[in-house]
């Protein structure tokens, strides 16, 4: 248990380094928040006013830990555009952002494992030559250009799922899954084959055991020595990858959000980077991080669980 | 012949061989071999690296392990011929009427699940007894093969339990479906002699109580020559002679089976020792860094010039830990080394080339000693350009000098390691460390992961290299055959510390201490009932106490 702590204490310590690098990031561009405020034309007068206003006047050190406590207390202050709150524009923008990656890996996971499975029982034949080529052409296209295909497939030719992913809180379940079908499909293509080819690796590394010679003497069949004796003993690489793609469900899907018109988190990000709205970007920074620290942290913590030598010690 | 449980008939095997640089090809690796085996009858198969055995025996299971195939031939397992048959019907033989038993437990067990889990396995699966049923025969099973604590230890995880016992949870896997034959894949080659006799003799008793058949594959004759009734002796994949264990052992007819029999048969005057030691180890106490406790407590040893100091102990007994200490590997805490007259820096940092190069070492491994990709020639100039600044026709002509000592010859010269045997592998260390013209050389398990043959075949050449250039062995070995037949001293270690030292012949005569009584009494002898009656005489000693 003294390493899980260790790699709990470890995260915090790596999510503290990441808040300062997006600080100091933000500090370092030329201008500051009045000037994006107020526009290239703005009078001294005004900015001096403004920068008293905003505190900017203070050290960056004191600026630093007043943003970091008011964001421990979920204070993420308000955006310099539209005057909202961020912490509330961002709750909404993240549980639509959760709501996609969940079913995305709901079906990716179990899809990219069981294939693996599959891809090492038929390994060299012929498929396990058919997935392996699937998967690497579908990582292979630009995400968007898969969105756009199944787009004009789907959506506009056969008219199965609607072409725009907009969900709103008038809507039940099964419509907003109607309404995210498509961005799932494309997702999912998208991380299939890292976490496909990862299973098969690691489980291929260990049917080289001897202990896999010891279960196919059992008179095991072949999907039995896998699953019982092989994928326990591949659990910590095969989560080291899930949890890279689940990180990437959250904070990489700009691109498909954009495509899909879907209010995420990702086109929050995108429209307030370019309007300089630094608070905003700071806020969706520091949550990116923590999420991709955080998951992390789990498949680390998973892998530490998964070795029987540290959970049953002599 | 009907009722016999196995029939092999003109068995013969291929293999599928990848060498470098050529096209990967087939191979046949057993010539058609026969042989039947009765119910509850035990055959022994023994042969050296390379005969085929443990192919043999998996045979027996329909299994090729790697590329390996069956070509042809028939395996008959109670009245139906295996090879000819469905892979369900295969999959229903394995696990249920025959079981195997690995030679390395500790590898063959999984790590992620629980010892029970394991052992009941293939008996669950292929319907013999219900989960419950199964588990109440594994404990049985587990207490009857002397396991500590036999109705719990099946909920461990296999690195839980020591090396002995897991080698006897294996067994207990085996026997746990009942089955009619159970291959044995040198069961005990991987465990310390004291542990070995307690699992040669649990496995012994298993099969006797429970009636099961066995194939018993080993390359120590002297071990299967007390659980056989028939042995057949293999090389090269060719049977060199089939017939009863007394006959074998008693009335070998074949040149091969008389070397395998009389194998470890070097005599070797002791030498007296000298007023100067080469080597002198004062008060070493050592221990590794992040343990809380010594390795090695106040070790006192000698080595005289041009002799053998012998350092026999099992695994964990700090035997290579002092060998490490002395060639400054692992600075002591305490303690002194004179080598040559002068004291010896305590870490490896402090020490002068000619220290470096009057104390060399030679490896168990050979294979990971030496560079793969430079050649015999390469590897034995290196010392010579290193020490002695040779270079052209000059080191040429030594390393072809040194080539002719070990027995290889200048044609070994442009030859890779890979190219070599296991035993030409260790001829070319030997070389290597006589390069640089020491004084002592330190053999750390030289002959262990060699064949018996092959083993006495360095060893003997050690003795002759001694003559010759009146170097000095410290011998690092758990084998007492070994200790034997090249020492002039021995230092017997046990939990890091010397319990007995002297020269051979002392050493070797009564009266014991206890540890060295074991010792010595649990090295397979080569004849028949000899484990019985070890085993009788502690039963006795411990009830006389």
């Known amino acids: 248990m003294k390493l899980v702590v260790q790699r709990i204490a470890l995260g915090l310590l790596l999510l503290l380094a990441v808040s300062v690098l997006i600080f100091a990031g933000t500090i370092i561009l030329p201008g500051d928040v009045a000037q994006s405020i107020l526009g290239q034309s703005a009078t001294p007068e005004a900015l001096a006013n403004l920068r008293e206003e905003l505190g900017l006047?203070?050290?960056?050190?004191?600026?630093?830990?007043?943003?970091?406590?008011?964001?421990?207390?979920?204070?993420?202050?308000?955006?310099?555009?539209?005057?909202?709150?961020?912490?509330?524009?961002?709750?909404?923008?993240?549980?639509?952002?959760?709501?996609?990656?969940?079913?995305?890996?709901?079906?990716?996971?179990?899809?990219?494992?069981?294939?693996?499975?599959?891809?090492?029982?038929?390994?060299?034949?012929?498929?396990?030559?058919?997935?392996?080529?699937?998967?690497?052409?579908?990582?292979?296209?630009?995400?968007?250009?898969?969105?756009?295909?199944?787009?004009?497939?789907?959506?506009?030719?056969?008219?199965?799922?609607?072409?725009?992913?907009?969900?709103?809180?008038?809507?039940?379940?099964?419509?907003?899954?109607?309404?995210?079908?498509?961005?799932?499909?494309?997702?999912?293509?998208?991380?299939?084959?890292?976490?496909?080819?990862?299973?098969?690796?690691?489980?291929?590394?260990?049917?080289?055991?001897?202990?896999?010679?010891?279960?196919?003497?059992?008179?095991?069949?072949?999907?039995?020595?896998?699953?019982?004796?092989?994928?326990?003993?591949?659990?910590?690489?095969?989560?080291?990858?899930?949890?890279?793609?689940?990180?990437?469900?959250?904070?990489?899907?700009?691109?498909?959000?954009?495509?899909f018109v879907y209010p995420g988190m990702g086109q929050y990000l995108v429209d307030h980077v370019s309007k300089r709205d630094v608070p905003v970007v700071q806020a969706c920074g520091l949550i990116f991080a923590a999420v991709y620290i955080g998951l992390n942290m789990i498949a680390d913590i998973v892998s530490i669980l998964a070795n029987p030598r540290l959970r049953h010690p002599k | 012949m009907s009722d016999n449980l196995l029939k092999v008939r003109d068995l013969k095997i291929g293999a599928t061989v990848y060498p470098p640089g050529e096209k990967p090809h087939d191979i046949e690796i057993v010539h058609g071999v026969s042989f039947d085996l009765e119910r509850g009858k035990v055959l022994g198969l023994i042969g050296e690296s390379g005969a085929g055995k443990s192919t043999i025996g998996l045979a027996s299971m329909a299994y090729g392990r790697g590329g390996v195939k069956i070509t042809g031939g028939e395996v008959w397992v109670n009245g139906r011929e295996i090879l000819k048959t469905s892979l369900k019907d295969?999959?229903?033989?394995?696990?249920?009427?025959?079981?195997?038993?690995?030679?390395?437990?500790?590898?063959?067990?999984?790590?992620?699940?629980?010892?029970?889990?394991?052992?009941?396995?293939?008996?669950?699966?292929?319907?013999?007894?219900?989960?419950?049923?199964?588990?109440?025969?594994?404990?049985?099973?587990?207490?009857?093969?002397?396991?500590?604590?036999?109705?719990?230890?099946?909920?461990?995880?296999?690195?839980?339990?020591?090396?002995?016992?897991?080698?006897?949870?294996?067994?207990?896997?085996?026997?746990?479906?009942?089955?009619?034959?159970?291959?044995?894949?040198?069961?005990?080659?991987?465990?310390?002699?004291?542990?070995?006799i307690d699992v040669l003799m649990a496995i012994k008793e298993a099969i006797r109580d429970t009636g099961v058949a066995a194939l018993y594959i080993t390359h120590d004759l002297a071990v299967v020559a007390q659980v056989s009734d028939d042995i057949m002796v293999l090389k090269m994949g060719n049977t060199v002679e089939y017939g009863t264990t007394d006959q074998i052992i008693n009335n070998p007819q074949e040149e091969y089976t008389r070397a395998l029999v009389s194998v470890r048969s070097i005599e070797h005057e002791e030498k007296k020792p000298t007023p100067e030691p080469v080597l002198s180890v004062e008060g070493i106490t050592a221990r590794y860094k992040g343990l809380n406790f010594d390795v090695l407590h106040n070790v006192n040893v000698d080595l005289h010039p041009g002799q053998t100091l012998a350092v026999v102990g099992e695994s964990g007994s700090g035997k290579s830990t002092l060998a490490r200490v002395i060639t400054g590997l692992l600075p002591p805490r305490d303690g002194e080394i004179t080598f040559a007259g002068r004291k010896l820096s305590r870490d490896l940092a402090g020490r002068s080339r000619e220290d470096l190069r009057e104390l060399q070492m030679i490896y168990q491994m050979a294979d990971v000693a030496m560079n793969p990709r430079q050649t015999v020639g390469t590897i034995i100039g290196r010392p010579l350009e290193f020490y002695f600044n040779m270079r052209g026709a000059e080191k040429r002509k030594r390393i072809i000098e040194l080539l002719d000592e070990i027995e290889l010859g200048e044609k070994f010269m442009d030859r890779y390691p890979a190219e070599l045997s296991g035993g030409q592998k260790q001829r070319v260390c030997i070389a290597r460390s006589l390069a640089a013209k020491p004084k002592m050389i330190i053999c750390d398990e030289v002959t262990s992961a060699l064949d018996p043959l092959v083993a006495d075949g360095i060893l003997k050449l050690l003795l002759d290299l001694q003559k010759i250039e009146d170097v000095a062995y410290l011998f690092i070995t758990h084998d007492l055959a070994t200790v034997r037949a090249i020492s002039d001293s021995i230092a017997v270690m046990y939990q890091g510390r010397v319990v007995r030292y002297g020269p051979k012949s002392q050493v070797l005569s009564p009266p014991f201490d206890d540890y060295t009584d074991l010792l010595l009494s649990s090295v397979p002898e080569m004849h028949l009932g000899w484990l019985e009656e070890v085993v009788a005489h502690r039963k006795m000693e411990s009830a006389g106490n």
């Open chain 1, 57 to 259: 006047n203070e050290p960056a050190i004191t600026r630093y830990f007043d943003w970091l406590f008011a964001a421990l207390q979920g204070d993420l202050g308000v955006a310099l555009t539209n005057g909202r709150d961020i912490a509330e524009s961002i709750g909404q923008r993240m549980s639509n952002t959760l709501f996609l990656a969940f079913w995305a890996a709901l079906i990716s996971v179990p899809l990219a494992i069981l294939l693996g499975l599959i891809a090492v029982r038929y390994k060299d034949r012929w498929p396990d030559k058919a997935i392996s080529a699937i998967t690497l052409a579908s990582i292979s296209i630009p995400e968007f250009l898969i969105g756009y295909l199944l787009m004009y497939f789907i959506a506009v030719k056969l008219g199965w799922f609607p072409s725009v992913a907009m969900i709103g809180d008038h809507m039940n379940l099964l419509q907003k899954l109607q309404a995210i079908a498509l961005p799932v499909m494309v997702l999912t293509l998208v991380v299939l084959a890292h976490m496909m080819r990862m299973t098969r690796a690691a489980i291929l590394n260990v049917m080289q055991s001897a202990y896999i010679e010891t279960a196919e003497l059992k008179g095991l069949t072949g999907f039995q020595v896998i699953a019982r004796h092989a994928f326990p003993n591949a659990i910590a690489p095969i989560v080291n990858v899930v949890m890279l793609n689940l990180a990437y469900l959250v904070v990489g899907v700009v691109v498909i959000e954009v495509v």
């Open chain 2, 90 to 196: 295969i999959r229903n033989l394995r696990g249920g009427e025959v079981t195997y038993v690995s030679q390395s437990a500790a590898a063959s067990f999984n790590p992620a699940k629980k010892i029970m889990d394991q052992v009941v396995e293939a008996a669950v699966e292929q319907k013999k007894f219900s989960r419950k049923e199964a588990e109440a025969r594994a404990r049985e099973l587990f207490a009857k093969l002397g396991l500590p604590d036999p109705d719990n230890i099946g909920e461990r995880y296999p690195h839980q339990v020591s090396g002995g016992q897991l080698q006897r949870c294996m067994t207990a896997l085996a026997l746990c479906p009942e089955p009619d034959l159970v291959v044995f894949d040198e069961p005990t080659t991987a465990l310390d002699v004291t542990t070995q």
